[in-house]
């Protein structure tokens, strides 16, 4: 019964450390207006996101909304940049959620590794870099220092449980 209370315990130790074990999505806000997102969706595409999926004949097209193809072509950014939070901040255009909005036969990238494909991105280098121009610029840090944050916190709780539950099977 102790050991496999250990084992245990170990699982839950082991989950509590491993690292971005949270999907993460990039998305356009949706009380932004269109022209504003343009320019976002016309930065993430012109600097390393993959967007021939929003292209007319791709699998993301439809639904066809600066908002819709703005939010594929920022977390195809975001993912090809390791899912870095200072990868989804575009002066505020933009924030990380933690519900997959893939649908309607449009699978958004949910990691690094997804968002790789064997085409060569439209321009930039695919690697992020702070810019010094573009929707970034004006970097308000949109919140998403807090995703860490509370990723942080959910682990430190699992450990804090961890150990409650050891001192619990010694008494």
């Given at each position: ?15 509590a ?41 791709g ?35 933009t ?39 573009g ?6 840090n ?15 709780v ?14």
């Open positions: 019964m102790a050991d496999a209370a250990r084992l245990m315990l170990l699982v839950a130790v082991a989950a450390l491993a690292g971005r074990s949270d999907g993460a999505w990039c998305m356009c806000r949706t009380e932004q207006p269109d022209s504003v997102l343009q320019k976002t969706l016309d930065y993430a595409c012109g600097d390393g996101a993959d967007c021939k999926p929003i292209l007319q004949n699998a993301c097209f439809a639904p066809d909304t600066v908002r819709a193809h703005c939010s594929y072509a920022v977390n195809s950014f975001y993912q090809r940049n390791n899912q870095n939070p200072q990868a989804c901040i575009f002066s505020g255009t924030t990380l959620v933690s519900s997959d909005p893939s649908g309607g036969g449009c699978q958004y990238p949910a990691s690094p590794s997804a968002a790789v494909t064997s085409t060569t991105p439209t321009g930039g280098n695919g690697v992020y870099s702070p810019p010094t121009l929707p970034s610029a004006l970097n308000d949109n919140g998403a220092g807090i995703g860490r944050a509370i990723g942080i916190v959910k682990r430190v699992i450990l804090a449980c961890c150990a409650l539950m050891v001192l619990f099977l010694r008494a």
